[in-house]
């Protein structure tokens, strides 16, 4: 593996009832990134994340992984987080929130085990983090769509990874929990963790990452956003009408 990559995905090739979604694709997620992964429904980036955390085996290609210093498969994925989509998750099962975060805390000490007080702590500081721990002790079926999103990104963080894969996180939540969003991923690069976005607004694609990789099925491009996200592989990535639907209100994309 190059010495700076963390994942490296080579000829990946997915279905789901025999109907390919991702065929050969190559991607490098590079260390300390912030990566945006766009395309069209239907075009695989859910699917890719999927293959990543091993909720989902590929037809063929490899996977490689290098997640402070660990090469293993299975020793890489625990030092990754996910914020799976919002409407992915049964909001009806009874918990609380500081319930849901500390869920975040059984990769260090098992499943069998309570959550020790630093556990409790952490907790508590990830919801803190995320402007939630006035709602601790709440119902999460309470919450708002962007307090319960708040609530998994502290889960994710609870777990201390190295590297975080969040599916969607800013659908359907309200402006101020995409800035609180926004920021803490912007702070997590800077310590130099690695994070990789489903994201479906393309004109705030500059705004939010670094890096970006553009898919419809198939790699289109990948790399610096100033340099990747251009009007000639969005034209490639999207056609006219997908594009229509995820302007900014005033039909520009960027």
């Given at each position: 593996m190059v010495e700076n990559h963390v994942i490296e995905l080579e000829d990946i090739t997915a279905a789901y009832d025999e109907q390919?979604?991702?065929?050969?694709?190559?991607?490098?997620?590079?260390k300390g990134s912030l990566l945006g992964i766009?395309?069209?429904?239907?075009?695989?980036?859910?699917?890719?994340?999927?293959?990543?955390?091993?909720?989902?085996?590929?037809?063929?290609?490899r996977i490689r992984f290098s997640i402070d210093g660990e090469t293993s498969p299975k020793k890489a994925r625990k030092k990754i987080a996910y914020v799976p989509q919002n409407g992915s998750v049964n909001w009806d099962f009874p918990a609380t929130v500081s319930d849901i975060v500390l869920m975040g805390r059984y990769g260090h000490i098992g499943w069998c085990k309570r959550?020790?007080?630093?556990?409790?702590?952490?907790?508590?500081?990830?919801?803190?983090?995320?402007?939630?721990?006035?709602?601790?002790?709440?119902?999460?079926?309470?919450?708002s769509g962007g307090q319960q999103q708040r609530v998994f990104l502290a889960r994710a963080l609870a777990?201390?990874?190295?590297?975080?894969?969040?599916?969607?996180?800013?659908?359907?939540?309200?402006?101020?929990t995409e800035k609180i969003i926004v920021d803490i991923l912007k702070d997590m690069q800077t310590h130099n963790q690695t994070i990789v976005v489903v994201h479906h607004a393309l004109q705030t694609v500059p705004l939010y990452f670094?890096?970006?990789?553009?898919?419809?099925?198939?790699?289109?491009?990948?790399?610096?956003?100033?340099?990747?996200?251009?009007?000639?592989?969005?034209?490639?990535?999207?056609?006219?009408?997908?594009?229509?639907?995820?302007?900014?209100?005033?039909?520009?994309?960027?």
């Open positions: 390919p979604v991702l065929w050969d694709l190559d991607l490098n997620i590079k766009i395309g069209p429904n239907g075009a695989g980036k859910s699917t890719l994340l999927k293959i990543i955390l091993n909720l989902l085996s590929p037809i063929s290609g959550p020790t007080r630093a556990d409790k702590l952490i907790a508590k500081e990830m919801l803190s983090r995320v402007g939630m721990d006035e709602y601790e002790h709440r119902q999460i079926n309470e919450l777990q201390q990874a190295s590297v975080y894969l969040l599916d969607e996180p800013f659908k359907g939540v309200d402006v101020q670094d890096q970006v990789a553009m898919i419809n099925r198939q790699l289109i491009a990948a790399g610096p956003v100033e340099k990747t996200f251009t009007p000639e592989n969005i034209d490639k990535t999207f056609s006219p009408l997908q594009k229509e639907h995820m302007t900014d209100g005033n039909n520009t994309l960027i």
